[in-house]
């Protein structure tokens, strides 16, 4: 039986709240620090600490390794979110100084997205689409089709997809309202004659079965009132890999969800490259498009493939074309 969770109960559980509404104020999620400090909360609730005097560095350090947390990218999250939740505290004086003294785990190497060329979400998209109904799911092949295609070709967010409702799809101006993005900010997402055919005949089909539905019922869902949770899209996204026979890459690892977004903002970048566009000033409009406060946070998408490699070198070679035969005078 999952046990339910009751709020922070630890000696810091008031700093705990204040530091969360305090970043939550300044346009943050923070699910997963606050998820991190619930283990932190926990921790020092079930050994008893009564003072603020007893959080040590050792205590600290004991914490850190009672998690397991084999990856350094994720023992240095824990790390961070515990250190920022302390250093905060010192800032609004409420302790002295921060018991944090543990060193970052260096990271040996970074995990590679697959990128999902067009024959392989194609190859994703026709499985996905012969996905069996079961008396919890009806259309449930049709369904993961338009959320994996609309993932895909337009880059969202597998939440902000599952968030969708009804009213959020305008077919007249040819626009999805996503909202509550990442920074609490919504934003327009225009999508071309194919995705609105898609969702078009989503729709219609959905309303043949359910009747007609309100502007705020959720746009994927299996019941009239519930959506889809992003996590049972992303085990159905996994359950379908090994069905697709995929390659990979040395180095590049299984694919994951968040892949169709990455895969999404390279095929943006090669059409640009392929069209002649000026890269440079193009991004801030791909920026845009993702939700992204700044190019710098673009730019995590934008892995070096195969093809972009070629297109950029063929770019290069026009533009030094003239230099390098350029005959000196003597």
């Not at 040590?56 to 920022?84: E, G, K, Q, W």
């Not at 705020?216 to 889809?228: D, H, Q, Y």
Request: hydrophobic share 40%; proline share 6%; aromatic share 10%.
């Amino acid at each position: 039986m999952i046990s339910r969770w009751n709020g922070f109960e630890s000696i810091l559980a008031t700093d705990i709240s204040d530091f969360l509404a305090a970043k939550r104020a300044s346009g943050r999620l923070f699910k997963a620090e606050d998820s991190a400090l619930r283990l932190l909360d926990q921790y020092l609730f079930e050994h008893e600490v009564r003072h603020p005097e007893e959080i040590t560095s050792l205590l600290i350090d004991a914490f850190l390794v009672s998690r397991p947390r084999p990856r350094p990218r994720s023992y240095n999250h824990l790390l961070c979110t515990t250190s920022r939740l302390f250093d905060w505290m010192v800032t609004q004086e409420r302790i002295e100084k921060s018991p944090v003294r543990a060193k970052y785990r260096r990271q040996t190497s970074q995990r590679l997205p697959f990128i999902f060329d067009l024959p392989a979400a194609q190859c994703l998209l026709k499985t996905a689409m012969g996905l069996p109904d079961n008396p919890k799911a009806i259309a449930r092949g049709k369904t993961y089709y338009a959320i994996f295609a609309i993932l895909y070709g337009l880059g969202l967010r597998v939440g902000e997809a599952c968030r969708l409702r009804v009213s959020d799809v305008d077919f007249e101006r040819h626009l999805l309202l996503i909202r509550k993005t990442k920074f609490y900010k919504d934003r327009l997402v225009p999508f071309g004659p194919r995705l609105e055919s898609l969702l078009q005949d989503f729709l219609s089909d959905k309303m043949q079965r359910m009747g007609n539905l309100l502007p705020e019922a959720p746009f994927f869902s299996f019941t009239r009132g519930n959506e889809i949770h992003p996590c049972t899209v992303s085990q159905t996204f996994h359950a379908l890999i090994p069905r697709l026979g995929l390659s990979l890459s040395p180095g590049t690892s299984a694919p994951h969800l968040h892949d169709l977004r990455h895969s999404f903002a390279v095929g943006t970048l090669l059409r640009w490259y392929k069209t002649k566009k000026d890269i440079g000033s193009e991004l801030l409009k791909l920026s845009t498009f993702m939700g992204h406060v700044d190019i710098s946070s673009t730019a995590v998408y934008l892995n070096i493939t195969e093809g972009l490699l070629r297109e950029a070198n063929q770019r290069f070679e026009i533009f030094a074309d003239p230099v390098i035969h350029e005959v000196p005078l003597l």
